[in-house]
């Protein structure tokens, strides 16, 4: 598979952002999903996208709508864009 194609696969996340923000450590979002903490990081550095399962879960855990976790397009970079007065 190109690289083109592979990019066009990946799933981007804000698994990191939202555990940051809540103070979550990978182990406790782990245990919490039922998988290993190592997957959380894998899924982190996008080396691994999710089951949809786990997508859902992910986003359960942290109370927002699948699509604030996961995207096909990267989100943009935090302070990039236009602010609000």
């Known amino acids: ?3 083109e194609a592979q990019g066009r696969e990946q ?5 990191a952002m939202l555990r940051a923000e809540r103070g ?3 182990r406790r979002l782990a ?4 998988v ?5 990081g894998y ?19 942290f109370d927002v709508p699948v699509e ?6 990267e989100f943009p970079r935090l302070g ?3 602010r609000s007065a």
């Open 11 to 15: 799933v981007h996340n804000r698994i």
């Open 1 to 3: 598979m190109s690289e």
């Open 43 to 61: 899924l982190e550095r996008g080396e691994y996208s999710p089951s949809l399962f786990v997508a859902l879960r992910i986003a359960e855990y």
């Open 31 to 34: 245990e919490a999903l039922g």
């Open 36 to 40: 290993h903490y190592q997957t959380i």
């Open 24 to 26: 979550v450590s990978r």
């Open 68 to 73: 604030v976790v996961f995207s096909l397009t």
């Open 80 to 82: 990039a864009g236009e």
